[in-house]
């Protein structure tokens, strides 16, 4: 079946310090994939995608490539801030069900100051 | 930004009561959703809709129920509620596209159920 494994967290960095976090997935076919943040008292909201292999979604200085040699589509940011604290989940959706995200358990991200 | 509101955010009450968790999206979105996310954060789809008059079950088995009698109302009701029911549920909606085409989710904030 189709499901996505990310590293557990919390992670907990300085300000300034470098950011990955882990996901690997496993799916038939080629599936799409996300990114999506859930920051302190709201719903998620989506951070980035990528469609198709090689693919690289970017956005708030946050990156992640779609590797389909390793399945994998960690999640990185050269210089986090504070205000990154926050929870992130890695998704993928398939071509028959686009709508459909299968979700990751979710990494807590803690950033001090 | 988003236009998808829950109500209540925060609900505590107890146990048989009936209760109904209130989405509302003003994008004009067929495709709304009902998710679970349990206190390990992982987030499982219960309900799902299509449009109007349309509802589904989702991957993880739920005892409540939904509706969809306007577009941009999707209520989720629990008949009895129990402890077990004790948790956060998120509402999403989406815009249709052609088949194969990776569509963005949009949520509200939550409601966070405790059943005492």
């Known amino acids: 079946g189709n499901s996505v494994t990310q590293m557990e967290g919390p992670v907990t960095l300085s300000e300034e310090a470098f950011l990955t976090i882990n996901c690997t997935y496993t799916a038939t076919g080629y599936p799409s994939l996300f990114w999506y943040v859930q920051y302190p008292g709201e719903g998620l909201q989506l951070l980035l995608k990528a469609t198709k292999a090689d693919d690289k979604g970017s956005n708030k200085g946050f990156e992640a490539t779609y590797r389909k040699e390793t399945t994998s589509f960690h999640l990185e940011k050269g210089s986090v801030q504070v205000s990154d604290s926050a929870v992130y989940f890695c998704a993928l959706s398939t071509f028959y069900n686009t709508d459909k995200l299968i979700f990751g358990t979710g990494t807590r991200l803690q950033v001090f100051p | 930004e988003a236009d998808i509101y829950q109500t209540p955010r925060y609900l505590v009450i107890g146990t048989g009561k009936k209760i109904t968790l209130e989405c509302s999206q003003t994008?004009?979105?067929?495709?709304m959703y009902w998710y679970q996310q349990d206190p390990g954060m992982e987030l499982h789809l219960i309900h799902y809709?299509?449009?109007?008059?349309?509802?589904e079950k989702g991957d993880l088995s739920s005892e409540s129920t939904v509706s969809r009698i306007r577009t941009e109302h999707f209520p989720l009701t629990l008949e009895s509620a129990r402890p077990s029911h004790t948790s956060q549920y998120l509402c999403?909606?989406?815009?249709?596209?052609?088949?194969?085409?990776?569509?963005?989710?949009?949520f509200g904030s939550g409601t966070q159920l405790s059943v005492l």
């Open positions: 809709s299509y449009g109007v008059n349309s509802t």
């Open positions: 994008m004009g979105h067929d495709k």
């Open positions: 999403a909606s989406s815009e249709s596209l052609e088949r194969g085409r990776s569509e963005k989710l949009f």
